[in-house]
């Protein structure tokens, strides 16, 4: 099946660095990828969408100056949480979808980040 | 804006017994998609079923099927036969025309040796 892998896994960072969190389709090309966020025993919530080659879309309260999306290849989307804060803490998900027509996204393990 | 309910935060089953998650959702369009994605503690998502809004027929897959009602926007998950490898959160998640996947809250289920 298809494999999405995510680098870190998990990641300790101090207040007011940026942290890179990169996602990765590895057997398949990615025309969309997905970035979600998920609190402890919550729900995902989708942060924001992007289709390779085009700025990313972002969900509303979504702050698209901290939280940067690159989607530069089908293969590889990265997101920088910039001047992270303890509230930035939390799990984040990636996923990727082979085609706009594809009916299933394949998940990222997911990364943690703690923020101290 | 689609929305996905699930009211069942915690679901216990006996091992080898049946149990029905419920879900449900709201939307205005009429060709979508529907999942359950399992959440083990490891956090990675696996998808356990699948269901296009404009199939009539519920999916099956292997001990997991669902109770797709289409007006009633209702997708239950069945699990029949349930092993203690079941254990684990679920999610409920739609997906619509322009591409966004959304998830219900999550119900999370323990098995009973």
């Known amino acids: 099946g298809a494999v999405v892998s995510q680098h870190p896994s998990r990641v300790i960072c101090k207040s007011g660095t940026s942290v890179k969190i990169e996602c990765r389709s590895l057997d398949f090309q990615a025309t969309t990828m997905f970035w979600y966020r998920q609190f402890p025993k919550k729900s995902l919530m989708l942060m924001a969408t992007?289709?390779?080659?085009?700025?990313?879309?972002?969900e509303q309260g979504v702050e698209k100056d901290k939280f940067l999306i690159n989607h530069a290849s089908l293969t590889l989307s990265t997101l920088t949480v910039t001047s992270a804060h303890p509230e930035d803490s939390s799990f984040y998900i990636c996923s990727a979808r082979p085609g706009r027509s594809y009916n299933e996204q394949f998940f990222g393990p997911g990364t943690r980040l703690t923020v101290l | 804006a689609q929305t996905v309910t699930q009211s069942q935060p915690e679901m216990s089953v006996q091992e080898a017994e049946t149990v029905t998650l419920s879900c449900t959702y709201d939307t205005s369009e009429s060709d979508y998609y529907l999942f359950w994605y399992k959440q083990p503690p490891s956090r990675q998502m696996i998808l356990v079923i699948r269901?296009?809004?404009?199939?009539?027929q519920n999916a099956t897959e292997n001990r997991f099927s669902v109770n797709f009602q289409k007006a009633a926007k209702s997708f239950s998950l069945k699990i029949s036969d349930s092993q203690l490898g079941d254990a684990a959160m679920y999610f409920c998640?739609?997906?619509?025309?322009?591409?966004?996947?959304?998830f219900g809250a999550g119900t999370r289920l323990t098995v009973k040796p």
């Open positions: 269901q296009e809004a404009y199939k009539q």
């Open positions: 992007s289709n390779e080659g085009s700025k990313a879309t972002y």
């Open positions: 998640a739609y997906r619509s025309r322009n591409n966004d996947m959304r």
